[in-house]
């Protein structure tokens, strides 16, 4: 069985099937209610702005890039469906996913196994992607950089299985990494993939 999820095909977010998710414990939610303060790492202007043209899965991570960072077993997983807002942690991250204006949704894996990770790039209008950024600043997620961007993210453990969940702001684009082969940190390659091949459909 394979535990994350998602299909290929650019879609209005909140349309697709909710995905079999782990349930976490005690994870590092942000809050949907917080908003943008002084501590808030806003992201840099980029050409990542307006209407955003989605890449497809195999211009964010092909077969050899995911042999190359992870296994050569994995192989893409089509046809299962968008990432789900619910599947994410905590309210804020959520919403914003529920209200992202276009998105590209897909999933690498094992085959009949539980390792498997999702690459998901949303449009964001900019003050959602503000509040989310705050709530993010407030929470006990990890801060760091990828491409020079504001990236935030966590590991989750529950009775299953453990994954990980990692966000990269870039403009108006949101990045998000979430998966059980790896930990947070390991998310980072993918997230620049997936900025330097939205970059390439939107020069």
Do not use: K
Request: aromatic share 6%; with cysteine.
């Amino acid at each position: 069985m394979i535990v994350v999820l998602a299909g290929c095909t650019p879609t209005p977010a909140g349309s697709t099937p909710t995905p079999s998710t782990p349930a976490t414990s005690a994870p590092p939610a942000a809050t949907a209610t917080a908003s943008p303060t002084a501590t808030s790492a806003p992201p840099p202007t980029t050409t990542l702005s307006g209407p955003l043209t989605m890449p497809t899965c195999d211009q964010i991570m092909d077969a050899d890039a995911t042999a190359q960072l992870f296994d050569p077993n994995i192989e893409p997983i089509p046809g299962v469906g968008g990432l789900e807002p619910s599947a994410l942690p905590g309210p804020a991250a959520q919403t914003a996913l529920a209200s992202a204006t276009v998105s590209v949704s897909c999933m690498w894996g094992i085959p009949n196994s539980d390792g498997g990770f999702h690459g998901v790039i949303a449009q964001l209008d900019p003050t959602v992607r503000d509040e989310l950024i705050a709530a993010l600043e407030a929470s006990s997620y990890e801060r760091g950089t990828v491409s020079g961007a504001p990236s935030y993210g966590a590991d989750f453990d529950d009775e299953i299985l453990g994954y990980s969940v990692h966000y990269t702001f870039e403009g108006d684009a949101w990045v998000i990494v979430m998966g059980t082969l790896f930990h947070q940190e390991d998310s980072v390659p993918v997230a620049e993939r997936a900025l330097a091949a939205l970059h390439a459909v939107n020069p």
